[in-house]
């Protein structure tokens, strides 16, 4: 709870300094002129150096504009300015002089503006036109990219007087409008798209690993995981303009719905893989039915602002968005509550940026918080954090869930006390072993060893202490196992060490040596520190015309020959 706790702690920290950072007061207006553009100064914000004016009609043409410029009610574009358009256009008005022989690009660092169009007059007094958004396709752009990009007039020194008009309906216009000198442009573009590629190409195997597991264990919650990342992505790649980009480019109509309509989608996906989760009818079926209502009025209000495109709609999605993170942070806390799940303080910790960007992107479009690098690129820092962790987390869950069912497969094949083989597995390799060691001119090595103590632990301590030096005893040969030999346990208190060919004979003693001086040290598994005593016959193969069971059974013999007191534990016996 206490982790949970710190993750929520900082969440809050980060979302306070987001909104103070994106809230701040901007400077007041000062009178400004044209804007001196030059390599020195290769990125110029347009904030408090172009002035606004919104056109009601939302028709006027650039000409109109222009000759009425002088008597229109303009005001100075600030940092965080909001402007609510729907039928209405937005103009933008500046002047520019370039010095020097570079380049300088417009850039509108919002992937959801259906139209912006660039105009100035050329040095004949034409106008040059450029248009983008997501009205238009991409490939059609004057320069393509994530964010529709202008460029301005070739560089003359003379001041030109530029106007940008944007259409921007269902949501209000705040994006940051910014001059970019060419090669400055083109390492923001490279630095982006390296940073994308890699949390996308993450987002890919954490998609392709969850389908994986999924398909192997048959496991539900890595195919709710798989749909929810699957949705997530595909939501982040329409918001941040890299699906017009790579994916569905020329699709302008899909381009226009799929930038609303899929991070709904993704996050009605987030609570369905939350409520698979932390199954919440174990406590409570009003709770799962709440669960499920919200899901519902998730996709179809998603649904309803894509067709309505209203800024009303819109809100109604925010707020059941909002919902859908207090639902999923209740159902989480719900889990933890009960302490039955072990893992679900990691689950919880995958969760928590995760709902830190959903919080963010809801106050955001409820314009409860100001727009922004924090509520855009930098929220994909919270899949970063959250995919992995949930990932691993789920991972755990699986394979603690999948334990009994692996101990139940196991016990065609393993001693279901010590976990290690039983004496039918070891005589099928040791057959295999013979068989190999024969046709490659080349011997093989079986140890086996017997508790000599083993009926003065029970008679001491009783039968659990003896059955604990079992297990004891196992430990220690897996321990002195190679990935390619078998331990295996063949009687009561008996144990065999298959070692694979090539092996010798001093290799074999060496290990037998181990496993009786091993065996000599007190261990706290056993009451009053108590050791484990072996005695141990050690026998190279084939030997003579002997199959596994009769090398097996004469290396038993050969063991249990061994007086209780004999103050040599191990016999070689071809050797």
Not at 33 to 49: F, K, N, T
Not at 85 to 99: G, H, P
Not at 198 to 205: I, K, M, Q, R, V
Not at 536 to 558: C, F, G, I, N, T
Request: hydrophobic residues 50%.
């Amino acid at each position: 709870m206490r982790l949970f706790a710190a993750c929520l702690f900082g969440v809050l920290l980060w979302i306070e300094a987001a909104a103070a950072l994106a809230q701040s007061t901007p400077p007041p207006a000062a009178a400004f002129g044209a804007i001196e553009l030059s390599p020195q100064h290769p990125i110029v914000s347009l904030s408090d150096r172009s002035r606004a004016w919104v056109d009601p009609t939302g028709f006027r043409t650039a000409d109109q504009v222009e000759a009425m410029a002088g008597s229109l009610p303009w005001s100075v574009h600030q940092r965080g300015s909001r402007y609510e358009l729907d039928d209405k256009a937005l103009w933008l008005q500046f002047d520019a002089a370039i010095r020097g022989e570079r380049h300088f690009f417009l850039q509108i660092t919002s992937s959801t503006v259906p139209s912006a169009q660039l105009f100035y007059r050329a040095s004949d007094g034409r106008w040059v036109v450029q248009e983008a958004g997501t009205a238009t396709a991409v490939s059609d752009w004057p320069v393509p990219g994530r964010y529709p990009t202008f460029e301005l007039a070739p560089a003359d020194g003379t001041t030109v007087r530029y106007w940008l008009r944007i259409r921007q309906e269902h949501v209000a216009f705040a994006a940051a409008l910014r001059l970019y000198e060419s090669s400055r442009l083109l390492a923001t573009r490279g630095q982006d798209q390296f940073l994308l590629g890699a949390y996308f190409g993450l987002a890919a195997l954490i998609i392709l690993g969850a389908l994986v597991n999924a398909a192997a264990h048959r496991d539900r919650n890595f195919a709710t995981f798989a749909f929810y990342v699957t949705a997530l992505a595909t939501g982040q790649l329409a918001e941040l303009g890299l699906g017009e980009q790579h994916l569905w480019n020329g699709w302008t109509r899909w381009n226009g719905i799929a930038t609303f309509l899929l991070p709904g989608v993704s996050s009605a996906a987030g609570l369905w893989f939350a409520r698979n989760v932390t199954e919440p009818a174990r406590f409570s079926r009003a709770l799962d039915l709440a669960v499920w209502s919200v899901i519902a009025a998730l996709l179809s209000t998603a649904a309803l602002d894509t067709v309505l495109t209203l800024p009303s709609s819109n809100m109604l999605l925010m707020v059941l968005t909002l919902v859908g993170v207090a639902v999923a942070a209740i159902l989480i806390l719900t889990v933890w509550s009960h302490g039955e799940e072990p893992q679900i303080g990691l689950v919880a910790a995958g969760f928590v940026p995760l709902l830190a960007t959903e919080l963010l992107r809801a106050l955001a479009g409820l314009d409860l918080m100001a727009a922004g690098p924090l509520t855009r690129d930098w929220l994909l820092l919270g899949g970063v954090a959250g995919l992995p962790l949930l990932f691993y987390a789920l991972s755990l869950r699986s394979s603690h869930r999948r334990e009994a069912q692996l101990r139940a497969a196991a016990l065609a094949r393993d001693d279901v006390l010590t976990g290690i083989a039983h004496d039918r597995t070891l005589l099928q390799r040791l057959e295999g072993a013979i068989g190999r060691a024969h046709a490659l001119k080349q011997r093989c090595a079986l140890v086996t060893l017997k508790i000599s103590n083993f009926e003065a632990l029970a008679a001491e301590f009783g039968r659990e202490a003896a059955d604990r030096a079992l297990v004891v005893s196992a430990s220690l040969l897996r321990r002195a196992a190679t990935d390619i030999d078998l331990e295996a346990r063949v009687g009561d208190h008996h144990f065999a060490l298959l070692l694979e060919s090539p092996t010798t004979a001093e290799n074999a003693m060496n290990r037998a040596q181990e496993l009786v001086a091993r065996g000599l040290r007190p261990t706290t598994a056993l009451p009053g520190g108590a050791a484990v005593k072996f005695h141990v016959a050690v026998a190279l193969l084939p030997h003579e015309q002997l199959d596994a069971r009769s090398s097996l059974h004469w290396l038993l013999d050969a063991v249990n020959a061994i007086p209780p007191e004999a103050r040599k534990v191990i016999r070689a016996m071809n050797f």
